[in-house]
């Protein structure tokens, strides 16, 4: 891909002047900045997918808590905060990635995709009580 980038800016300028490793370097720089905005676009609809699930979700365990004993409800009711707290915060952690754009860091990346596996360890949790 680099090298297909490359050749493409220097068919650009007619083959004429320019230097070789400056449009290697620039080259690199492009499709790297591509494929990290390919990634970004991935984990953002990964999010968003996530908190919609999550929302949905719930809703629904709100519902089905209602009915059940206080104790029950009780345990419910803190991965029920719980699921809220993390699809917040990835609602939050999705935002920001999508205002810094493909300046986005490794860190934050890895941040949303923790959040996005708790949720999903949550939604296993709190399925896991509601089959008792």
Do not use: C
Request: charged letters at 35%; a neutral charge; zero cysteines.
């Amino acid at each position: 891909m680099i090298a297909e980038a490359a050749y493409f800016r220097a068919e650009r300028r007619g083959f004429v002047g320019g230097d070789p490793v400056t449009d290697w370097i620039e080259a690199q720089a492009e499709v790297e900045g591509s494929l990290r905005q390919n990634q970004l676009d991935r984990l953002l609809a990964r999010a968003d997918e996530a908190v919609a699930s999550a929302t949905a979700k719930v809703a629904a365990l709100k519902k089905k808590a209602a009915n059940l004993s206080a104790k029950a409800r009780a345990e419910w009711q803190e991965d029920v905060e719980r699921l809220g707290e993390l699809r917040d915060a990835l609602q939050l952690k999705a935002a920001e990635l999508r205002e810094q754009g493909t300046a986005v860091g490794d860190k934050a990346l890895q941040h949303a995709e923790r959040l996005w596996s708790d949720i999903g360890e949550t939604l296993e949790r709190v399925a896991a009580k509601g089959k008792r």
